[in-house]
């Protein structure tokens, strides 16, 4: 399936809840593995930096060039203050390209016009490596709050 890219971003807003059109549908074999695997990781980032802090699954409306559009990152890890450090997470079972350009070219422009003083990082968390990946790594989540971090980067947690 092809995503849709987002080519001239006019407006962007966080909304209570996943649309009433977008529908439910029920994942078996490694996509449900997959999401499993995700609802482990918020719960485990949770655990770490509080409920209140991490969103699981936050939904936006957008408008750009080609009409509204709505997008669901897997994770928010808030800032403890309004111009500090919101993470972006996008988990995968096995790292893939495909989360990096979601997260790049998707994601960060809409959280960043939602919350415009945050500062913006988004790390593709994977409990697996897939062969020849070459992106930028960190051990922990903590790694994100350093002045010269990433943008972008890979965390593999294997211990969810």
Known sequence: MKRRTIKGLQEAQHITGKPRFIPTVNHR???????????KVAERLADLYG???????PWFRYRDNKGNGWCCPDILLMPEREDGVLVIGECKLTTTTAAYKKLKNFYIPVVQMVWPKATIRSVQIARNLSRNWEALSVDSIEEMYDDEAADIVTWILRDV
């Not at 074999?29 to 609802?39: C, D, I, K, N, P």
């Not at 409920?51 to 699954?57: G, K, T």
């Open 29 to 39: 074999g490694s996509r449900r593995a997959g999401l499993v695997y995700e609802r």
């Open 51 to 57: 409920a209140e802090r991490v969103f699981h699954n």
